[in-house]
């Protein structure tokens, strides 16, 4: 994609000069602040595992990971010296939000030790002689070179990505920038900079100020229509975009500005996909741009062409295909083609996804009924799966293959095994509930509530149980409160209670809920409820349109075809 929609121009001298002080930082010694010797019978596996993890990834300079494997040696062994180390590596190697997570957990342990307020009193002195240092050499290029000093306000937030410290960030753009206000570039300078800060008002307020002082500008009204969808004031970002685009057809930032926007506006995916299709017909190489595509046509049950979109990317992209082929085989799974996908995930090599390509290539093995051979992929994935895991992924394979009753019969002797683990009873329980066995599958989730009372998606199924069968609607209301309250974010939550306002005749409620849900996560199963709400609601188009889409990403969907069957029941 052009380079335009991923970062504001840079200027490469600006970049390397200000690179060379935010790295004038010494490695980590490796001696320096060790832990003191603790008693051997203090230290178990887990605790030595991680040490010796951080130790060799501090010798192999890789400082993030490092500091990773102290953390989770810390938090395990509630070890105050183990948070002092990573918190030293992380200052060290400027880690921001690290060294913010080592000093917490270190507080945590020992709330009153002095050494925590003396560590935070000397990050603060080399914090200012940093910002000093950075700003100084700043000032320096932006003076130095007068014929690209609107390149180099543009590439200020770009060349102190590095500092891993947001506020420090905007402070120092914020003063470089001050005899330059007259600039527009350095009010979006600003901009970005109070953004990437989080005070979105300031943001906005500073992009407004670079339309004021150029207001055809279009990098400075695509910010500023980030900022606005940031704020949640999306339709406000639409209508000046779309306005601009009237006067200015071939902004391609601001189209694209406007293609992100629409893409999660509820009712108008279509519009975004018509976006990134006019600019990739300006582009048709443009690898990124073939991806978004692709995204968006799946959203909208374009399968086929997002398909077909991938694989003009793949053919593009020359040697880095990978990532690619895994999203085209999850296009082939979702499609019916698990052959397909099989094709293309036997062609993936890259070490970093080798798991999840073997994950999906045992999916599409089970599609084919071939199960041993998907068990024993599944088995090939190096993360080690512990007992619990292996069981949902393998009963999740004899799904595929559609084999539920081997499904139920693999996860009850697990149960019988493991104990009454609330996944493994929910697993059950669902099984239960594809193979028809209602009561026996409520009886289920009964217990697995009584054992586990705050276990979210267990009541969530079973107040959808008794909501979908429109029965003890006031038992299901509790069930669903409370898991509600377990998780008010939930998709499949406010699905149910959606569905739940459905069935209590409130289908206003329900839809407001249901459109939440649906927007959160896509499924077959919500999108169908929506589209019987949209029904009753007497808004067949929008339930027609949304029921096409749906079974454009869904094919094979139970839910789908069965409200697909009572929409001609109603003569729809």
């Not at 000093?132 to 050499?137: E, F, G, P, S």
């Not at 992009?207 to 400075?220: C, F, K, S, V």
């Not at 029921?547 to 094979?556: C, F, T, Y």
Request: proline share 4%; with cysteine; charged share 30%.
């Amino acid at each position: 994609m052009n380079r335009r929609f991923r970062r504001l121009f840079l200027s490469l001298g600006l970049v390397t000069a200000c690179s060379c002080v935010l790295a004038q930082s010494p490695h980590p010694p490796m001696d320096a602040a060790a832990p003191a010797e603790s008693p051997a019978e203090a230290l178990d596996g887990e605790t030595v595992y991680w040490t010796l993890i951080g130790e060799l990834a501090l010798r192999q300079q890789e400082y993030g990971r490092a500091t990773q494997a102290f953390l989770l040696a810390a938090r395990h062994a509630r070890s105050a010296q183990l948070a002092r180390r990573a918190a030293e590596i992380a200052a060290i190697t400027r880690q921001g939000d690290a060294l913010n997570r080592a000093l917490a957990l270190w507080r945590q342990i020992e709330p009153d030790t002095e050494a925590i307020e003396r560590f935070e009193r000397m990050r603060a002195e080399l914090d200012a002689q940093r910002e000093k240092a950075v700003l100084a050499q700043l000032d320096e290029i932006l003076k130095r070179h007068p014929e690209q000093l609107p390149q180099n306000l543009l590439g200020l937030n770009a060349a102190l990505d590095d500092l891993d410290d947001a506020e420090m960030a905007r402070r120092i753009i914020e003063l470089a920038t001050t005899p330059y206000l007259e600039y527009p570039e350095a009010q979006l300078a600003r901009a970005e900079a109070a953004r990437r800060a989080g005070d979105l008002p300031a943001a906005r307020q500073a992009a407004e100020h670079a339309l004021t002082l150029r207001p055809d500008w279009d990098l400075a009204l695509a910010l500023w229509a980030e900022i606005l969808g940031e704020q949640g004031d999306t339709a406000t970002a639409i209508a000046r975009l779309e306005s601009y685009l009237q006067e200015h057809p071939y902004a391609r930032v601001v189209r694209f500005t406007l293609a992100k926007h629409l893409a999660v506006t509820p009712g108008r995916e279509e519009e975004s996909l018509q976006h990134l299709e006019k600019l990739l017909a300006d582009a048709p190489d443009d690898a990124q741009l073939l991806q978004a595509v692709a995204l968006m046509a799946e959203r909208t049950g374009h399968v086929d062409r997002a398909i077909a979109a991938l694989k003009r990317a793949i053919a593009k992209a020359g040697d880095n295909t990978d990532f690619l082929r895994l999203q085209l085989a999850q296009l082939y799974l979702t499609a019916g083609q698990p052959r397909r996908a099989e094709f293309e995930l036997r062609k993936i090599s890259h070490p970093d996804l080798e798991d999840e390509s073997k994950r999906l290539l045992a999916q599409a093995l089970a599609k084919q009924g071939k199960i041993e051979a998907a068990f024993d992929t599944l088995d090939q994935t190096r993360a080690v799966l512990d007992p619990k895991t292996e069981v949902l992924l393998k009963s999740r394979l004899l799904q595929d293959a559609g084999r539920l009753e081997d499904a139920r019969d693999w996860v009850d002797e697990a149960i019988a095994e493991l104990g009454d683990e609330p996944e493994l009873l929910y697993e059950y329980a669902m099984i239960l509930e594809r193979l028809g066995q209602h009561e026996a599958a409520e009886g289920h989730l009964r217990k697995l509530v009584a054992l586990h009372p705050n276990f979210a998606h267990g009541l969530n199924a079973l107040g959808y149980l008794l909501a979908d069968a429109n029965r003890d609607l006031d038992e299901a209301e509790r069930f669903l409160t409370r898991a509600l309250t377990l998780a008010p974010n939930d998709p499949f939550i406010l699905d149910s209670v959606g569905w739940l306002r459905y069935r209590q005749g409130r289908p206003e409620e329900a839809l407001t809920l249901l459109q939440s849900a649906y927007r959160r996560q896509y499924d077959p199963e919500i999108a169908a409820h929506l589209v019987e709400v949209l029904t009753v609601l007497g808004r067949h188009e929008e339930a027609q349109a949304l029921l096409e889409q749906a079974l454009g990403r869904s094919p094979d969907a139970e839910a789908l075809r069965r409200v697909q069957r009572w929409l001609r029941q109603q003569g729809q």
